[in-house]
């Protein structure tokens, strides 16, 4: 059983960076895929990025490649995600999510857990 609790959403002007932080409580995170989603108000929500157990692969969607970076720090129990030049497209909910299935590869990311989302608004 993993717990994710989101923080760093807020308010951003184009072009600007935010990061967002997910906590993770439980004994499963290190051994577990770590992501992130979002979804916009009136939309799906969509695959942002993720990254591997021990933070050496990372996988991003087309959208977000060159602007946002995904990490990790399994010592601290903690996922980031930097978010640079944003674009008010960007703006939505965003969700971390996790995956333990420890056989799945981080391309068939399927999460398992949730945290509530943290809202990321970016002014034109």
């Known amino acids: 059983q993993v717990q994710l609790v989101e923080s760093g959403g807020g308010l951003a002007q184009a072009g600007g960076s935010l990061r967002l932080s997910c906590a993770a409580s439980?004994?499963?995170?290190?051994?577990?895929?770590m992501g992130w989603f979002r979804q916009a108000s009136g939309k799906e929500r969509e695959f942002v990025a993720a990254?591997?157990?021990?933070?050496?692969?990372?996988y991003y969607a087309d959208f977000v490649k060159g602007r946002f970076t995904i990490s990790r720090d399994n010592a601290k129990n903690t996922v980031y995600l930097q978010m640079n030049s944003l674009k008010p497209e960007d703006t939505a909910v965003y969700y971390c999510?996790?995956?333990?299935?420890?056989?799945?590869?981080?391309?068939?990311?399927?999460?398992?857990?949730w945290g509530q989302g943290t809202q990321v608004t970016v002014s034109s």
């Open positions: 990254i591997n157990r021990n933070g050496g692969t990372t």
């Open positions: 439980g004994r499963t995170f290190s051994s577990s895929i």
């Open positions: 999510a996790a995956d333990d299935a420890y056989w799945r590869s981080i391309y068939r990311f399927t999460p398992a857990y």
